[in-house]
C-alpha cells in the first residue's frame, strides 16, 4: 500500500486574497489499543469526494465534487456547541487514501486522511488540516455526538455487520472503498447539520494534531452507580404506555416506517438487480471467450469474430464496473438511510418513555391529592384502597395509635409527597416538552440532509448508467467496421 506526501501533516494555513502563508506541524497518529474488528482500510479503488459546507448563504450543490453549502439555523441553546454564533466559515472535508497499518501484528487496522479546509468568508483567511483517522475514531466521533445531542438521531456510521467480517475480506479493496465512501457520507451529514458541526468534538476530530491525547482525555468513564438506575428505568418504561398520543410524533413515527419500508424494498429489488447483472457479466465473458474460439475454426471470420468476442468481454467488464459503482454510491446509501430510520424510531420510542414517565408521575400525584383531600374531608375509602385503608386501621388500633392523630400524621405526609411530586411533574414536563421541541427540529433537518442525500444518490445512479451505456455504444461501435470487412457472397 502506498503512502502519501500528505500522511501525518497538518496544515495550518492561512489565506487572505493571493497571498498565503504555510505553518506546517506534525501531524496526529491514529488511535491505538483498539480492537481489530472496528478498524479497516486500504488504497480504495475511487478517489475521494470533497464536499463543502457553509455557516451561511443558501444551500447549492456544486457539480463533480459533492460539494455543499448550508445555511446556519436557529437551535436551542442546550443542544448548540457554543452560545457565540458560528462565524461565517465554509468547511471542505475529504476522506481518502486509507492505508493498512500495523501489518504483522495481531491487531492490523486501516487509517484514512481526513483533509479540511476552513474558509472565513468575511477574510477569505484558510486554515487546512490533514490528518489520519481510524473508523474507530470516526466512531467515538459518533458516541459523543450521541451523548452531547441526547434529542437529536446522529447520521449512522457504514454498519460493522457485514459479512466480510466472517469471509476475512474485511481489508479486501473493495470493501474498504464502500467503507471510505461511508465514512465520507458520515462526515458530510454531521457538517450539514447546524447544531452538531458546532460541536467542540467535530472540531477535535477534524483539527486535533496529538490525536491520542485528545481521544484518551475524552474517554467515557464507567459509572457503575447508573446500571442499576438505568435497569429501573427500563423496566419502569416497560410497563408504561402512552395515554393519550401526540399526533404530531404520530405522524412523525408513521412517516419514517413507511420510509424504512420503501427503501428496504427498494434496497431487495436492486439487490435482485445487481444479481441478475452478476450473472449477465458471467455470460457475456462467456459468450465472448466462444466466440474468439469460434473465430479459430471459421478462418474467414476469425478477425471479425474475434473483434465481437473481445467486445462482449469488454461489454462484461463495463457492466461488471456498473454493479460496483451502483452498489458502493447508490446501495451504501440507501443501506445508511434505512439504519437512519431504525434510529428515529428508537429515539421516538425513547420520547415515548417520557410521556409515559410523565403521565405516570401525573396521575400518582392526582392519586396521593386525592387521598389527602379524602382524609381532610372525613370521606370512606372505596374499592382497593378500603380494605387497604381497613387493614391499616386495625393494626393501628392493635398498636394502641389515637385514629385522629394517626390521620393527622397521614395528610401531613401526604403534603409533603405532593410538593415532591409537583416538582417531580414540572420536571418531567419541562423534559418532555424540551425533548420533543428538539426532535422536532432535527426532523426537520434531517429532511434537509435527506433532499440532498437523496439527490446525490440518484444523480450517482443516473450517471452510473449514462457511462455505461455510453461505454457500450462505443465498444460496438469499434466492432461495426471489422465486420463490414468481411466477404459475403
Known sequence: MQGSEYDNVVWDTKVSGDHEANGTGVGGRAGSGADESDEHSMNGKTGGVGFDVAYSGEA???AGRGSFSVGESSSRAVHRAADEPIPDVETEVTVDQPRKEGEGTNNPYVTYLVTTSRTNRATREIRRYALRRRFQDFAWLHEQLSKQFVAFVIPPLPGRHRLEYLTGDRFSEEFVGRRKHGLERFLRRVLLHPSLRASHHVTVFLEAKDWSSEYEAKQPKSENSGVLDSLGDTLMNTFSKVR??????????????????????????????TKRQQDLQQAYEGLGTGLIDLGDIETGMTLGLVEAGNALKAHHVALKQLAEQTEDLFLGEIEEYILYCEAYLEMLKERDNKQAEFEDLTEYLQQTAAERDRLTNYQSAVGVTAVTNFIKGKVRDLRGVDPAVSRQQRIEKLAERIVELESAVDSSREGLEMFSDLMIEDYDVFGHIKQHDFKRAFSALATSHIVFYSRAVDIWKSVIPELEKLPVD
Not at 244 to 270: G, W
Open 60 to 62: 447549492t450543490a456544486s
Open 244 to 273: 393519550k398520543r401526540d399526533e404530531r410524533f404520530v405522524e412523525m413515527r408513521e412517516t419514517v416506517a413507511r420510509l424504512e419500508d420503501n427503501l428496504t424494498r427498494t434496497q431487495k429489488l436492486y439487490l435482485q438487480v
